[in-house]
């Protein structure tokens, strides 16, 4: 079976972002990326999966050239073969994912692992779209994961507690934190990756519905008070919650 | 051509949910600005209150009825939702941002080929155009989007969008009978958190830290939350800790919550968290440490021991509410 994983390339998540000139964009300086957070849960269990099953994995990204970086860590991490659909300009997220669906198809891969968000501009949808366009089943925010032949057994978190949900291959299933512990790159893995070639192709096209007009900073929240420094200062915290604020 | 907009209502145990309440106020305050008419969607089987609506501003609801579709199936869903979206006509469609909406509201934008705008924090008019502003990068930043589709969707966070009344009327139910719901994808099984609020849901959080030193100290967490009638949360550090579950973090990697509380004890506000937490109405923190970062974002602050100040919390609000 061949199993694939699509994996974004993020800022860090501590880094700081300031917005560009233009209003439209970020800032680069000082901004380091890394592999989508969420989406080494995705490789890792690509990973679990082939174990289990043998198969051949293949990691799908679509962006720029430094996407590369994400692609080497998910080979580093043990995925067999990467492709990069090499599109340097903004998409939006249905136009991420008909691409996306192209290429999966082209690959043939009856499993697909997406993260459950990408954690720059979080939609949470890429995995869902694409499955739909796709004709593939799809469950996501995904804890729990299981093959029983063709059948697809995964739990999903939803408030309160958990969905189990059943459906059968081909099918795209979206990693939530929690599914498994990623593994770390061994020196041979990084080494090994050193040497695979990436597969460039451009993304397919496709339009998009979402335009982009302007970013902007949240208010900044007013300096709060600080009611006092020990236990004293309680009474005087609930009763501004109480009387000022009003919540409770 | 004439705007029409579509809400989903989503219902769990034949309970309209709050946060459709709030989505459909919103449809109402759209459709009086933008002139145009708003109906409602609910799938499910047994459903309570329907008509209720009608005080929120919708007056027209289509019940999609089946007794296999009272828990959510991707699959069923989204057919029903994205075929009645195109009968109808549909220009608008707006969808609770509960893990729900999350699933679903995507699977129809591939469906009918439309934008989307996912957890929108306001609906603006311009022009008779809608700009959704949506936080990104885990709300550090906010972005103004406007879709140029034929069909346009938008997901709005629950507890932000205001689900006021506007007058006494029934809504009209019109309820139809599925046949043969595609049932591909389906939910088997719900395992529910015992008798716990979570805290995407609840109107008041507290939330524990690193700064609460163990898994047994959290009985006070708990104490103070089951007083407040608030949900319990907690910092990925504890949680990476293992003394507390996934199910309750806070943060980029965790929950986005936005309650009208928020109470931090011992959390120290790093910017991951805070992507969580920012948009909570009021914020409290209790650090022993005067520069931690959560006190920047909080409105009210105790620059102390946790162990002294929650347990004098915990007597005064049983003062309060006796
Ligand atoms: C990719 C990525 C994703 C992340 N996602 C998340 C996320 O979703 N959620 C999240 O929370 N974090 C997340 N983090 C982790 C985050 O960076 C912090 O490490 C974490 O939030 C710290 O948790 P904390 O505040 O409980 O602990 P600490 O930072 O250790 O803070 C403990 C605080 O307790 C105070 N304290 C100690 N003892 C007492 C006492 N007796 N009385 C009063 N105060 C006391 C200290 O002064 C300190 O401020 C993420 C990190 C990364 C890299
Ligand atoms: N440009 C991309 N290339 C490959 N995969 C992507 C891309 N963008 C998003 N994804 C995948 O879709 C998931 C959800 O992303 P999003 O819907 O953007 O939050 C991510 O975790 C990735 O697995």
């Known amino acids: ?248 | 051509m004439g705007n029409k907009i579509l809400v989903l209502l989503e219902q769990r145990n034949g309970q309209i949910k709050k946060a459709s309440l709030e989505a459909v106020k919103t449809a109402y305050d759209l459709s009086s600005k933008l002139s145009c008419e708003s109906e409602a969607i609910v799938i499910g089987n047994d459903i309570e209150n329907m008509e209720s609506i009608g005080n929120y501003g919708i007056g027209k609801v289509k019940h999609y009825k089946h007794s296999d579709l009272q828990n959510y199936s991707p699959s069923a869903y989204s057919k029903i939702l994205a075929e009645h979206a195109k009968e109808t006509g549909a220009s608008i469609i707006i969808i609770p941002n509960t893990s729900l909406g999350k699933d679903l509201a995507p699977r129809i934008a591939a469906k009918l080929d439309a934008g989307l705008a996912m957890d929108c924090i306001s609906l603006d008019i311009q022009n008779s155009e809608i700009v959704a502003t949506r936080p990104i990068y885990a709300g550090k930043v906010l972005l103004d989007v406007k879709l140029n589709s034929t069909v346009k969707i938008f997901t709005l966070r629950p507890n932000v969008f205001t689900a006021a009344m506007v007058g006494e009327s029934k809504a009209d139910i019109e309820s139809v009978n599925v046949d043969n719901p595609d049932l591909s994808t389906k939910v088997v099984e719900i395992k529910k958190s015992e008798g716990k609020l979570d805290v995407a849901e609840a109107e008041i959080i507290v939330s524990g830290g690193r700064g609460m030193k163990s898994a047994e100290h959290f009985n006070m967490v708990e104490e103070l939350a089951q007083l407040l009638g608030a949900a319990s949360g907690a910092s990925r550090a504890v949680v990476d800790a293992g003394w507390r579950p996934h199910s309750e973090q806070v943060g980029q990697t965790g929950k986005t919550v936005s309650p009208t509380l928020y109470i931090a004890l011992g959390i120290s506000g790093a910017i991951q968290h805070l992507a969580g937490m920012r948009s909570s109405k009021y914020i409290v923190a209790v650090n022993k440490d005067k520069d931690a970062p959560i006190f920047q974002i909080a409105d009210y602050g105790i620059v102390g021991d946790i162990f002294e100040v929650v347990p004098a919390m915990i007597e005064e609000i049983k003062k309060i509410k006796s």
């Open chain 1, 1 to 248: 079976m061949k199993i694939a994983v699509c994996v974004s390339h993020v800022p860090d998540t501590a880094a700081k972002i300031n917005i560009a000139g233009d209003g439209k964009g970020i800032d680069q300086t000082g901004v380091t990326y890394v592999v989508n957070p969420y989406d080494e849960f995705a490789i890792e269990e690509t990973l679990k999966t082939k174990e289990k099953l043998g198969g051949e994995t293949v990691a799908i990204s679509l962006g720029g050239e430094a996407n590369k970086e994400t692609l080497r860590k998910a080979l580093a991490m043990g995925i067999d073969s990467a492709v990069l659909l090499k599109d340097e300009s903004y998409r939006d997220s249905l136009s991420v994912a008909k691409a996306l669906a192209e290429e999966i198809k082209t690959q043939n891969a009856e499993l697909v692992f997406f993260g459950k968000q990408s954690v720059d501009f979080d939609n949470s949808v890429v995995g869902q779209m694409t499955a739909e366009l796709l004709g593939y089943n799809c469950i996501s925010v995904v804890v729990d994961f299981k093959l029983e032949g063709n059948k697809v057994i995964a739990e999903r978190e939803i408030e309160g507690g958990k969905e189990v949900v059943e459906t059968l291959l081909p099918a795209i299933i979206t990693a939530q934190k929690g599914l498994n512990e990623p593994r770390y790159a061994s020196l041979k893995g990084i080494m090994s990756a050193k040497k695979k070639v990436i597969e460039e192709k451009p993304a397919a096209a496709a339009t998009n519905f979402v335009d982009a007009v302007t970013m902007k900073r949240p208010a900044p929240k007013q300096a709060g008070k600080i009611v006092g420094t020990d236990a004293t200062a309680v009474p005087e915290l609930i009763r501004l919650l109480h009387e000022e604020a009003k919540v409770i």
